[in-house]
């Protein structure tokens, strides 16, 4: 049976990305590496949400176990991180070809009520790590070349893409290893679910009332869709990728440019998208064509089900 042979055939994700990487003739191993160091601060992460740390402990710990991972891997030569104001230059001496931009803790809020949280991360290639400038991390997300994100909630899920689809992976506690549980995960076409923070309804652009009023009350006979917000974007994209739906934190009036960064939350998120099938929208432009102009910046972001990003794309252009 194929599920026996899921059991006993354990796909670990160091065995998964090698395997991808040997197909590539160049590959000499640098983004496994890469990624091993990635999944030992993910272990830390989990280890520490069990025990139960408290929000800034936990928050200041986990990018500090990331900062530490990455740098000592020697695959990377600059790193953004959202607790970090500036961008972090390796020493030289440890410098590899890779830039890493990190969420550490995403859904901080959530930590003290044991709502799910995560860690979001995207990888970029440096053409030229001994001269490496901010300019070279301001790269449009369609560059990247891997992303991915894990969620620490009932179970430790990893979804990852290296470019070639998208898998989750499930921490095995006993193991210590995360084991491809979620092969090939695809989004659903169409979803039954819309996910925003409705408590900023006041303050929204036609396009997006509109579209959530679609979703409330269709005028084409469908159903209506549900509504699920949790408020870590680790939870609720987890759950648009694998249930299919919409995820939207959109511009409003106080918020022009909504709330979710650029490098750290929108661009992996909407790389993983895409690489399932799915869609991601600024609002204004393809999400992963968007050239950020500084580390920290922010866009709106409408991201899920193909049809579903489709049709609020149709609304922003009837309104331009
Ligand atoms: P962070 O905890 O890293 O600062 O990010 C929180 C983000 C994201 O996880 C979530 O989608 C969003 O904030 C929720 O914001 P609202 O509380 O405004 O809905
Ligand atoms: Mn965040
Ligand atoms: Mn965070
Ligand atoms: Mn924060």
């Given at each position: 049976h194929?599920?026996?042979?899921?059991?006993?055939?354990?796909?670990?994700?160091?065995?998964?990305?090698?395997?991808?990487q040997?197909?590539?003739?160049?590959?000499?191993?640098?983004l496994?590496?890469?990624?091993?160091?990635?999944?030992?601060?993910?272990?830390?992460?989990?280890?520490?949400?069990?025990?139960?740390?408290?929000?800034?402990?936990?928050?200041?710990?986990?990018?500090?176990?990331?900062?530490?991972?990455?740098?000592?891997?020697?695959?990377?030569c600059?790193?953004?991180?959202?607790?970090?104001?500036?961008?972090?230059?390796?020493?030289?001496?440890?410098?590899?070809?890779?830039?890493?931009c990190?969420?550490?803790?995403?859904?901080?809020?959530?930590?003290?009520?044991?709502?799910?949280?995560?860690?979001?991360?995207?990888?970029?290639m440096?053409?030229?790590?001994?001269?490496?400038?901010?300019?070279?991390?301001?790269?449009?997300?369609?560059?990247?070349?891997?992303?991915?994100?894990?969620?620490y909630?009932?179970?430790?899920?990893?979804?990852?893409?290296?470019?070639?689809?998208?898998?989750g992976?499930?921490?095995?506690?006993?193991?210590?290893?995360?084991?491809?549980?979620?092969?090939?995960?695809?989004?659903?076409?169409?979803?039954k679910?819309?996910?925003?923070?409705?408590?900023?309804?006041?303050?929204?652009?036609e396009?997006?009332?509109?579209?959530?009023e679609k979703?409330?009350?269709?005028?084409?006979g469908?159903?209506?869709?549900?509504?699920?917000?949790?408020?870590?974007?680790?939870?609720?994209?987890?759950?648009?990728?694998?249930?299919?739906?919409?995820?939207?934190?959109?511009?409003?009036?106080?918020?022009?440019?909504?709330?979710?960064?650029?490098?750290?939350?929108?661009?992996?998120?909407?790389?993983?998208m895409?690489?399932?099938?799915?869609q991601?929208?600024?609002?204004?432009?393809?999400?992963?064509?968007?050239?950020?102009?500084?580390?920290?910046?922010?866009?709106?972001?409408?991201?899920?089900?193909?049809?579903?990003v489709?049709?609020?794309?149709?609304?922003?252009?009837?309104?331009?």
């Amino acid at each position: 049976h194929e599920a026996d042979a899921y059991r006993t055939d354990l796909m670990t994700i160091t065995r998964y990305v090698l395997n991808e990487q040997s197909r590539n003739p160049e590959a000499r191993g640098d983004l496994t590496i890469l990624l091993s160091h990635i999944v030992l601060g993910c272990k830390f992460v989990a280890s520490a949400v069990n025990k139960g740390e408290e929000q800034k402990k936990l928050d200041v710990l986990s990018n500090e176990v990331f900062v530490k991972a990455l740098v000592s891997s020697g695959r990377t030569c600059v790193l953004v991180s959202e607790e970090d104001e500036e961008a972090t230059f390796v020493d030289p001496a440890l410098r590899g070809k890779y830039c890493v931009c990190f969420d550490p803790l995403d859904g901080s809020s959530n930590i003290d009520c044991g709502v799910s949280i995560g860690t979001i991360f995207g990888i970029y290639m440096i053409k030229d790590k001994e001269n490496v400038t901010l300019e070279d991390v301001l790269q449009p997300g369609k560059n990247m070349v891997a992303a991915g994100y894990c969620m620490y909630g009932s179970s430790c899920t990893l979804v990852l893409s290296t470019g070639n689809g998208v898998n989750g992976f499930t921490l095995d506690p006993s193991l210590g290893e995360f084991i491809l549980t979620h092969p090939d995960i695809k989004i659903p076409e169409k979803g039954k679910i819309y996910s925003v923070n409705e408590g900023n309804a006041k303050n929204w652009d036609e396009p997006t009332a509109k579209f959530v009023e679609k979703c409330k009350f269709p005028k084409d006979g469908s159903s209506p869709k549900s509504l699920r917000y949790i408020g870590s974007m680790v939870a609720d994209v987890h759950r648009t990728l694998l249930y299919g739906g919409v995820f939207l934190y959109p511009a409003d009036k106080k918020s022009p440019n909504g709330k979710l960064r650029v490098l750290y939350e929108v661009f992996p998120m909407s790389f993983l998208m895409e690489q399932a099938g799915g869609q991601s929208f600024t609002g204004k432009e393809r999400a992963l064509d968007l050239v950020p102009t500084k580390i920290h910046e922010r866009s709106p972001i409408f991201l899920g089900s193909f049809d579903d990003v489709e049709e609020i794309k149709g609304l922003y252009a009837a309104q331009a």
